[in-house]
T-cell receptor
Framework: GAVVSQHPSWVICKSGTSVKIECRSLDFQATTMFWYRQFPKQSLMLMAT?????????EQGVEKDKFLINHASLTLSTLTVTSAHPEDSSFYICSARDSGPRAEAFFGQGTRLTVV | AQTVTQSQPEMSVQEAETVTLSCTYD???????LFWYKQPPSRQMILVIRQEAYKQQNATENRFSVNFQKAAKSFSLKISDSQLGDAAMYFCAYRPPSGNTGKLIFGQGTTLQVKP
């Protein structure tokens, strides 16, 4: 399968600072990328969907100004958690897919964010 | 709205035995995709098997097979000859028909324990 690389794998930041997470498709063009959040032993909750060159579509209840998503190229999307607080601590996962109805979505390895 | 339900939070199986994980979903669409993903302790999401709703034949991937009952909106996963490496959290997922962004809707997950 295709490879999606997510960086960093884990990050610790101070409350009030911002942190950026990158998601790259290494061997295919990712028309669409998805950002999920996962709490321990729970399911993946979709935060937003981004298409290259367009503004992200956020799911209900997700703060657009807190979770900034940029999908500037067909191989890179970034999630920036702004003014992070301890309650933002979580596991964040990206996935990417090519165009076409049968295209698979491939997942990054995830980023564990801890806000202290 | 489409929903995916996994009613078994935890399951256990003896090594080399067979186990079935349940999944039901709700949709008014006739053409869609269903998936089972495995999330081991590393938390990397791994695609186990996929099923296209228009195909009547149940998908099979080595020791993994599904029982797809479209009318009942049921999509169970059978793992044969269970191995210690099968221990993980398993997620059932639904993807709407083509033309959509391709976002996945996940069930709550089932934690599978494999006993030696």
């Amino acid at each position: 399968g295709a490879v999606v690389s997510q960086h960093p794998s884990w990050v610790i930041c101070k409350s009030g600072t911002s942190v950026k997470i990158e998601c790259r498709s290494l061997d295919f063009q990712a028309t669409t990328m998805f950002w999920y959040r996962q709490f321990p032993k729970q399911s993946l909750m979709l935060m937003a969907t981004s298409n290259e060159g367009s503004k992200a579509t956020y799911e209900q209840g997700v703060e657009k100004d807190k979770f900034l998503i940029n999908h500037a190229s067909l191989t890179l999307s970034t999630l920036t958690v702004t003014s992070a607080h301890p309650e933002d601590s979580s596991f964040y996962i990206c996935s990417a897919r090519d165009s076409g109805p049968r295209a698979e979505a491939f997942f990054g390895q995830g980023t564990r964010l801890t806000v202290v | 709205a489409q929903t995916v339900t996994q009613s078994q939070p935890e399951m256990s199986v003896q090594e080399a035995e067979t186990v079935t994980l349940s999944c039901t979903y709700d949709t008014s669409e006739s053409d869609y995709y269903l998936f089972w993903y495995k999330q081991p302790p590393s938390r990397q999401m791994i695609l186990v098997i996929r099923q296209e709703a228009y195909k009547q034949q149940n998908a099979t991937e080595n020791r993994f097979s599904v029982n797809f009952q479209k009318a009942a909106k049921s999509f169970s996963l059978k793992i044969s000859d269970s191995q210690l490496g099968d221990a993980a959290m398993y997620f059932c997922a639904y993807r709407p028909p083509s033309g959509n962004t391709g976002k996945l809707i996940f069930g709550q997950g089932t934690t599978l324990q494999v006993k030696p």
